[in-house]
């Protein structure tokens, strides 16, 4: 049973382009978390995902900024027109379920780097 | 005031000190308490979960405090290998999302 995987693991962009991150939960596992973390800085909550339903995207910028977890496939998060201020490594977390007490443990992948120049 | 805030690091403690480190949460309904730990550059980890009656790992005891709305961790006997950034994880039900402290970044010294 694979963790959680992200991809790329590091990434560079120019700024204007688009950057997509994605993130393949553990099996069996339908909820899934985004952060970014800035140098020096601790997880910044972005959205909060299930299979096809974005559940809070109150942590993720209203402009440029988009998720999706699709039924089949990983979760996406999308940048659009990226800026030097998005450098920041963003870190994907699933967990199985929100469960009667919410007590289920949330895993992590080993993020994506992205640098933008 | 911030969902959750955590003291403010570093702290730099010898091998063999005692630690302790406190988190404050702000949302009343949470349900779930968590530590975790961050080497540098890598993913958090879970360290331990936070039991109402407290818990212990072995060298590592958790509690949680309703009442006043924190939870703490102690490290006794500290190791180099401790190094890291300790974050507190606070977290609902009913789709709640998880909110993560800042951190708190502990350097064991020999």
């Known amino acids: 049973n694979a963790g959680v995987m992200q991809n790329p693991r590091h990434l560079v962009r120019r700024r204007g382009q688009e950057a997509r991150l994605r993130c393949s939960p553990m099996?069996?596992?339908?909820?899934v978390y985004w952060y970014r973390q800035l140098p020096e800085e601790g997880l910044k909550f972005m959205v909060y995902?299930?299979?096809?339903?974005?559940?809070?995207e109150s942590g993720m910028p209203k402009e440029r900024f988009s998720a999706e977890f699709p039924k089949e496939g990983p979760s996406i998060l999308r940048i659009q027109q990226v800026v030097r201020g998005d450098s920041a490594a963003y870190f994907c977390?699933?967990?199985?379920?929100?469960?009667?007490?919410?007590?289920?443990?949330?895993?992590f992948g080993q993020g994506t780097r992205l640098t933008v120049v | 005031r911030k969902e959750v805030e955590q003291d403010p690091g570093p702290f730099n403690v010898p091998e063999g000190a005692t630690v302790a480190f406190n988190c404050t949460y702000s949302?009343?309904?949470?349900?779930?308490f968590f530590w975790y730990r961050q080497d540098c550059r890598k993913e958090p980890k879970l360290l331990m979960s936070?039991?109402?009656s407290g818990n212990e790992d072995g060298r590592f005891t958790a509690q949680l405090n309703r009442a006043s709305q924190y939870i703490s961790l102690l490290i006794r006997d500290s190791k180099l290998s401790d190094s890291a950034t300790y974050l507190c994880v606070v977290k609902g039900t009913g789709g709640f999302k998880t909110i993560f402290g800042a951190g708190t970044r502990l350097f064991v010294k020999a």
């Open positions: 099996k069996g596992h339908s909820h």
């Open positions: 949302n009343s309904a949470s349900q779930s």
């Open positions: 995902l299930q299979k096809e339903n974005i559940i809070d």
């Open positions: 977390a699933s967990f199985l379920g929100a469960g009667p007490q919410g007590t289920t443990e949330a895993f």
């Open positions: 936070v039991y109402s």
